[in-house]
């Protein structure tokens, strides 16, 4: 457990516990946890880069320029985060974002489903191999989905006339705005916003509302 620390580059490894980080101010902040979780509150970071094998990672309150987090077999859960650059890999477990405000958002989810509330972002790119994405209450300028074997909820706050579309649904169902479409759905604003998913075996629901 630390607490209260201003240093340039800090480096924290645990084989078998938790760490635990509370008010902190660095440069690097780099943390791997073997069998344990990571718990961040208040850190002010320019670059994070979070490693976690057996252990989830739980990060409220993190302001930064770029943060990296890797987690093999625990739930990722981030709230209340500024950053330019966001970047979750999760293998066997779920992610979950609330709060996130970053110019570009990367998230890659094999066995889990991924749940993202109250977000602002420039660029964000999902993957969901064997889970559902939800997305409610935020603004995407540009967005590309791939949910392999899962549903796609996705509710975004914005004009649907300034999107480019292009959804593909190969065996599910695709709305858009309540209204059922067939399996492919695309077309163009030319106004530089854009909106990529392509769903294999699950619906897709898509809400644009200001």
Request: proline share 0%.
């Amino acid at each position: 457990s630390l607490e209260n620390i201003d240093t340039v580059d800090g480096t924290i490894s645990a084989e078998y516990g938790n760490v635990k980080v509370n008010e902190i101010e660095a440069e690097e902040l780099v943390v791997k946890a073997a069998s344990g979780d990571v718990t961040f509150k208040d850190v002010a970071a320019d670059i994070v880069d979070v490693v976690a094998e057996y252990g989830d990672v739980v990060i409220e309150d993190l302001n930064g320029v770029a943060c990296t987090i890797k987690a093999q077999s625990g739930e990722c859960s981030l709230d209340t985060i500024q950053l330019v650059n966001l970047t979750v890999t999760a293998e066997f477990g779920g992610v979950n974002l609330s709060g996130i405000e970053a110019d570009k958002i990367v998230v890659d989810a094999d066995s889990g489903n991924i749940t993202c509330r109250d977000m602002v972002a420039n660029t964000s790119e999902c993957k969901a191999e064997y889970g559902d994405i939800s997305i409610e209450n935020a603004i995407m300028d540009n967005m590309n989905i791939i949910c392999e074997s899962g549903d796609c909820d996705i509710k975004l706050t914005g004009d649907m006339a300034e999107y480019d579309v292009d959804i593909t649904v190969d065996s599910g169902v695709l709305e858009i705005n309540g209204e059922e479409q067939g399996d492919k759905y695309k077309s163009t604003s030319g106004k530089g916003k854009s909106i990529i998913i392509s769903s294999e075996y699950g619906d897709v629901n898509l809400q644009i509302k200001e």
